[in-house]
């Protein structure tokens, strides 16, 4: 298989290096030259409980594979050019339909997902086939090579698929749970698994059964009496006076194993204390002789069990060894593996296994492990739910709010919103007495930690608890051309009528152009991109120095590919952007800004006021070079006021007034409002038969404003122009508007 795929791909002009089964990846060190991408066939026999370990030694060399390339890769700026494809045995449908012939390669689609949280311009597509598709594998690599869409594709029968989400009601219980009946949780001895543990008792008197991989600590360990302040102070003390021959690292560590003892044995005493039938048992769940000695002191009360046994040591690929990669996977793996033999007998109600987010849709840096393990324990489930008598179920969980294996809380919420406790049990509980079988997510909302690349991948569907954000970063962002984290973003833009209607909506010399609120959306956008280490809370509060040639805008034939760059850096307490858009080669750009955020919002201010309106009339259109249509867009009635103010009644625009798109944005600004902004402007600044080039704004002013916009307010006094919410309150207020 190897040979024929390399043949395919150098047939197109590839120049392949194959690495020989067993080889070790840090040979790839020694070649001459860039490598574009990686190929990886992966576990290609068919799963056999003969040989469940199989995975392991080819999954050594993927992790060395990346960790060789990975150097080099971090400090790629091209979005397009590097790449990881695994190809997977599936089935050609993810392991959704029909039985996968080898399921373990859910382990690389884990392990995939996870890589631009740590590589951003590496694109990913896991590739899953049907044994009857083999024959052609070569050309099908090579087809959907460079073609970056979705993360995840399958062929059979000459069918291309992909994967989709779809919200669904949890059922109604079909199964009770009483006094009589035990549950067996792997790994439950703190975290989540601790906490469904204790539901369970109270809620439906159960006997639990939770598990970790040592026997309980004697009661008269005197670190195990200490309180938590003492045990501190213990623990620093034992860290200042560390013996000959020992580091400080390995002393940190039993003191972290000390630490998790503690907390298992004050919960098992907490449980008791409050009468609760839990109890715990000594279970290394990678041994199957452990498993079966366990599972045989149970009687025909077992009722349930939970797989929920896990490790997780989030630190980046390049600090992991293999080996250390591959026990994170096999907690999950092995585990289920050996649970499902002794138990396969068993007249069970329901098997849960407990997986991540993080493996359906990748987790944060240092979690490729951890994204491996959990994807792979998710497509095991579905290859064996045929197998057996019973419900067996996988729950992919984000993080839980403060509860579980998670190191670092707050980072983990940069990547994806976190599950309340009490909702999460709630929850879970719903699923274990719906019974069904499968695998079920529960997303949260994406955080600012999403790269670039991976949007458009994961979420296409409306029911995404995050559609509309990331609908509308995907259209407005276009075409991904480079990516520096936390520095620079280009991307680009290609606008075609039938898409963007609005080029029909503004032109210029007589050309349909794009409007300068739309420009200015697709210029924004780049901020969500660019953002300083950490991804601190920050607002946009000004846009400064707008600079627009206007007859670059034009779109003859109602075509436009615009090439925009953003670059980013602290000024003082303030994060600040500097984006410019082109045209091709042009050595002028289209259009320049700077976009401004500041840790806090803007500050409240008062509704604005002004004289009795005196009579109503149209809104301008423009003059000869630049003019509105006014179809799409409501053209509004504008009144003069006291003073020489002159104030127009706009209604908002619906976001498929501007695009025509599947997936429509949700416009930054107040598109509506902007060009009726700019039209009064130019009327108010125009000299008869002038025909302006070039339009500036010095500042646009983001308000504290909230809801829909209403009203365009101008006021000579300040010479401002400002865009007015239902309550008077300032929106936005534009400073210097100037067409020239």
């Not at 601190?536 to 040639?549: A, K, T, Y």
């Not at 082109?582 to 976009?595: F, I």
């Not at 070039?694 to 002013?701: E, N």
């Amino acid at each position: 298989m190897a040979a024929r795929v390399t043949a395919a791909l150098e047939a197109r002009g590839a120049q392949v290096y194959r690495l020989a089964a067993g080889e070790s990846g840090a040979s790839l060190r020694a070649r001459s030259g860039p490598l574009d991408g990686v190929v990886d066939l992966t576990l290609q026999e068919p799963f056999s409980s003969d040989a469940p370990d199989a995975w392991e030694a080819p999954l050594r060399q993927s992790v060395e594979v990346i960790q060789a390339c990975y150097t080099e890769w971090i400090e790629e700026e091209d979005a397009q050019r590097l790449f990881y494809m695994p190809v997977t045995m599936l089935g050609g449908a993810m392991g959704y339909e029909g039985q996968a012939p080898q399921p373990l390669g859910g382990i690389w689609a884990g392990f995939a997902k996870g890589l631009p949280r740590e590589l951003p311009n590496c694109n990913i597509k896991v590739l899953d086939v049907a044994p009857v598709e083999l024959e052609r594998l070569g050309e099908l690599i090579a087809r959907e090579l460079y073609v970056w869409d979705m993360i995840e594709v399958g062929h059979r029968e000459g069918r291309r698929y992909t994967l989709l989400g779809e919200e669904q009601a949890v059922g109604e219980p079909v199964l009770e749970l009483t006094s009589r009946d035990t549950v067996l949780i792997s790994g439950g001895g703190r975290g989540i698994g601790l906490a469904l543990a204790r539901a369970l008792c109270r809620n439906f008197g159960c006997r639990v059964v939770v598990t970790g991989r040592k026997p309980l600590p004697r009661p008269e360990e005197p670190w195990l009496l200490m309180d938590d302040a003492a045990f501190r102070a213990w623990s620093r003390e034992q860290l200042r006076q560390v013996p000959p021959g020992e580091t400080v690292g390995r002393v940190k560590q039993r003191l972290e194993a000390l630490g998790r003892e503690r907390e298992l044995y004050h919960n098992l005493q907490q449980a008791q204390a409050e009468g609760l039938a839990l109890s715990y048992e000594a279970c290394d769940f990678n041994s199957l002789a452990q498993v079966e000695q366990l599972l045989s002191r149970f009687g025909p009360g077992l009722r349930g069990v939970i797989h929920n046994a896990g490790t997780d040591a989030p630190i980046r690929l390049t600090a992991k060894r293999p080996e250390d990669f591959v026990s994170t996977v096999r907690v999950k793996v092995k585990g289920f593996l050996h649970l499902l033999q002794a138990v396969r007998g068993r007249p069970l109600a329901f098997f849960c296994s407990v997986g991540s987010m993080t493996g359906r849709m990748g987790g944060m840096a240092g979690q490729t492990d951890y994204g491996a393990g959990n994807e792979g324990l998710a497509r095991l489930g579905l290859w064996a739910a045929p197998q057996v008598r019973f419900p067996l179920k996988t729950l992919c969980w984000v993080t839980w709010d403060n509860l579980g294996l998670i190191a670092n809380f707050k980072a983990a919420t940069r990547y994806m919103a976190a599950m309340n406790v009490e909702e999460g049990l709630y929850r879970w509980q719903r699923e274990l007495l719906a019974g069904g079988s499968g695998e079920v997510g529960f997303p949260g909302h994406t955080g600012q930690a999403l790269v670039p690349g991976e949007l458009g991948r994961y979420w296409l569907t409306s029911d995404f608890p995050s559609f509309a954000r990331l609908a509308s970063l995907y259209t407005l962002l276009g075409e991904l051309v480079s990516f520096r984290r936390f520095r620079s973003v280009r991307a680009r833009n290609r606008l075609r009528a039938p898409s963007a209607p609005l080029l029909w909506e503004f032109s210029a010399g007589g050309e349909p152009a794009l409007p300068v609120s739309l420009l200015l959306e697709y210029m924004c956008t780049l901020g969500e991109w660019v953002t300083p280490e950490a991804w601190p809370d920050l607002f946009l509060r000004e846009v400064r120095g707008l600079s627009v040639r206007l007859g670059a805008l034009a779109a003859p034939g109602g075509e436009l590919v615009l090439e925009k760059e953003a670059t980013g850096r602290w000024e003082g307490s303030a994060w600040v952007l500097d984006i410019q858009v082109r045209r091709g080669t042009d050595s002028e750009p289209v259009a320049t800004l700077r976009l401004v955020y500041e840790r806090t919002p803007a500050p409240p201010e008062p509704p604005r006021t002004w004289a009795p309106e005196s009579g109503s009339r149209p809104a301008p259109r423009g003059s000869t070079g630049l003019r509105w249509s006014c179809e799409r867009l409501e053209a509004g009635r504008w009144s003069s006021l006291a003073g020489g103010g002159v104030l127009g009644r706009v209604r908002p625009c619906l976001p498929s007034t501007l695009w025509s798109t599947p997936l429509l944005p949700q416009p930054l600004l107040p598109t509506a409002h902007l060009e009726a902004l700019l039209r009064a402007a130019l009327e108010r600044g125009r000299t008869e038969g002038s025909s302006p080039t070039r339009l500036s704004i010095g500042c646009l002013k983001r308000g504290a404003g909230q809801g829909p916009c209403e009203a365009v307010l101008h006021t000579p006094l300040e010479n401002s122009w400002f865009v007015l919410d239902a309550a008077g309150v300032p929106w936005l207020e534009a400073q210097e508007v100037r067409f020239a």
